[in-house]
């Protein structure tokens, strides 16, 4: 069990999907604008890659490698991440309309999130059984969240602020970031 928690940790906040590995930079930058949508966006990002990387586990262990069909995994990956991904955008289109219209054209995005992808290609990479691979996804998705609800509640704070000209914009955004993971290297000595 506490190997489990320590995967959990790790991928939250040590090997940060966005801060130390720079995936799901395109989502991080975009739609970090304002919390609520920040939480939103990485809500459905929780929801995609924790379902996703179950999913694929599953389909990688019980079907790709018994038939040896094992070349295929990227391209099976990619069609269960693009299939959950719309089963996400019809639930908020139907129940959650201002959630919906606030992710934009980011909510059909996360099929081509390069974390979502690269979750289900690390599990198998590190030989995850099924139940630490959707533990490594959920961690990964839970600090893909906490870093990308950081950046929006800095960016709400910068929103009122005197910014030197060079740096309004996306350069003060970058910075931002940078400091953020240079925090979260901070991490690396707890595991």
């Known amino acids: 069990m506490s190997g489990l928690a320590l995967l959990l940790v790790g991928a939250a906040l040590v090997n940060n999907v966005v801060l130390s590995q720079f995936y799901g930079l395109c989502p991080f930058l975009g739609v970090s604008k304002q919390t609520k949508t920040a939480f939103s966006m990485g809500a459905a990002v929780v929801f995609v890659i924790t379902i996703s990387s179950a999913v694929v586990a599953a389909i990688y262990k019980l079907v790709l490698v018994p038939l040896n069909l094992t070349f295929l995994k990227t391209i099976v990956f990619i069609l269960v991440i693009a299939g959950l991904v719309q089963f996400v955008e019809m639930f908020l289109k139907k129940f959650s309309k201002p959630i919906y219209n606030a992710l934009g054209v980011y909510l059909p995005l996360i099929t081509t ?39 929006a509640g800095i960016r709400e704070r910068m929103d009122n602020k005197a910014i030197a000209k060079p740096l309004q914009g996306m350069p003060i955004v970058l910075f931002a970031s940078a400091l953020m993971a240079i925090a979260f290297s901070g991490f690396a000595g707890i595991i």
């Not at 390069?114 to 630490?132: F, H, M, P, R, S």
């Open 113 to 151: 999130n390069c974390a979502v992808l690269g979750v289900a290609l690390t599990n198998v990479q590190k030989e995850y059984t099924i139940l630490e691979g959707i533990v490594n996804g959920f961690g990964t998705a839970i600090g893909f969240l906490i870093a990308i609800v950081i950046l």
